[in-house]
């Protein structure tokens, strides 16, 4: 059984920054690319980025690209989400979610990922 299980959410002010952690369990998290989401109320969810089961190759959305970068530890099965120069579109429950294979074809798509957490509360205040 896979579980993933998000922290570091809160509350920050306009261009500042947070942390999020995403930490698995449950099978060979090398395996595995991962990925965050994020979601407002009454939106659908939204691709914010993607990394490789090894690492080494991430993939960004325009909106975040360059504030936002993404990182695991495979030894620590582990998994962040580092959020800069944050605005106060990017409030939102932010989701982590593991991929089904190594590499992801198509990783901004939902389809491409089996598990998921539930998601923590990210809010930027102007």
């Known amino acids: 059984q896979v579980e993933l299980h998000e922290v570091g959410g809160g509350v920050v002010q306009a261009g500042g920054s947070l942390r999020l952690t995403c930490l698995a369990s449950?099978?060979?998290?090398?395996?595995?690319?991962m990925g965050w989401f994020r979601q407002t109320p009454g939106q659908e969810r939204e691709f914010v980025g993607s990394?490789?089961?090894?690492?080494?190759?991430?993939h960004y959305p325009d909106p975040v690209k360059g504030r936002f970068t993404i990182s695991r530890d495979n030894v620590r099965m582990r998994m962040f989400l580092q959020l800069d120069s944050l605005k106060p579109e990017d409030t939102a429950v932010y989701y982590c979610?593991?991929?089904?294979?190594?590499?992801?074809?198509?990783?901004?798509?939902?389809?491409?990922?089996?598990?998921w957490g539930r998601g923590t509360q990210v809010t930027v205040s102007s």
């Open positions: 990394i490789s089961g090894s690492g080494d190759s991430t």
């Open positions: 449950g099978r060979t998290f090398s395996k595995y690319a």
């Open positions: 979610a593991t991929g089904h294979s190594f590499y992801l074809e198509e990783p901004e798509a939902e389809t491409e990922y089996d598990y």
